[in-house]
């Protein structure tokens, strides 16, 4: 028995990775600075980056964070055809997480805005650290949702339930992430252009990797 992968996966495939994209180019604009130091707490990079510039990555990116939600409904579909039940489960799983990370994504501009705040003195340091604790476990929430939703990934593809061939799990958003975080390690100068998007180049590749390589059918194994 074979199942056929939908134009509508498809076409929420080619969302997602617009979503990506999008994301990734409105967080650029919003915090990368070269040289910055990201794991800042105080968050003085985004004092050297203008504010309309921000404003603009604001917009773009929270416009666009929703096609994750797409792009997941692509990948879902694709990771175990067999298995509908479970399919849905980790779309609704991994949507939750991702608007989580939306939420978090949303308030980056106003951490930027106190920092410039803070540096002409209209601010108190306090007010950024309240936020911050706000803030920061949003985006924690996400990152285990991918290890989790990673773990899936390269199950389903090695044991063949998959649309995917075999070497695509190599290729789970968690390890891609990491890659960019070990190419940060490795080579600070090119890996420094990529780590403050990091999570949305990572899910730009998986996107793309999934459009080229998904299959038409795949071997339907199992039952929800």
């Not at 985004?46 to 917009?59: C, D, K, L, V, Y």
């Not at 666009?64 to 175990?80: D, E, Q, V």
């Not at 410039?116 to 476990?137: K, V, W």
Request: glycine share 8%.
């Amino acid at each position: 028995m074979t199942s056929a992968i939908s134009s509508t996966a498809r076409l929420c495939g080619i969302a997602g990775l617009a979503g990506a994209l999008g994301t990734g180019l409105g967080e650029g604009l919003l915090q990368y600075a070269p040289g910055a130091d990201f794991a800042d707490p105080n968050y003085n990079y985004f004092t050297s980056i203008a504010i309309s510039r921000q404003s603009a990555g604001h917009f773009i990116s929270v416009l666009s964070a929703p096609l994750y939600l797409l792009g997941y409904w692509h990948l879902t579909r694709n990771i175990a055809p067999a298995r509908p039940r479970l399919s849905n489960a980790l779309f609704l799983f991994c949507a939750y997480a991702f608007m989580l990370g939306a939420v978090w994504m949303g308030e980056r501009y106003f951490l930027a805005a106190t920092a410039h705040a803070i540096e002409t003195g209209a601010a108190s340091p306090a007010l950024l650290e309240d936020f911050a604790r706000h803030n920061e476990p949003f985006v924690n929430a996400l990152r285990a949702a991918i290890v989790i939703f990673s773990a899936a990934w390269i199950y389903f593809i090695v044991s063949g339930q998959s649309r995917y061939p075999r070497f695509m799990a190599l290729f789970s958003p968690g390890a891609v992430l990491g890659a960019i975080f070990l190419l940060w390690m490795a080579a600070p100068a090119i890996g420094d252009k990529f780590l403050p998007t990091a999570m949305n180049t990572a899910h730009a590749i998986v996107f793309a990797m999934s459009l080229i390589f998904v299959r038409g059918t795949s071997r339907a194994v199992g039952k929800s």
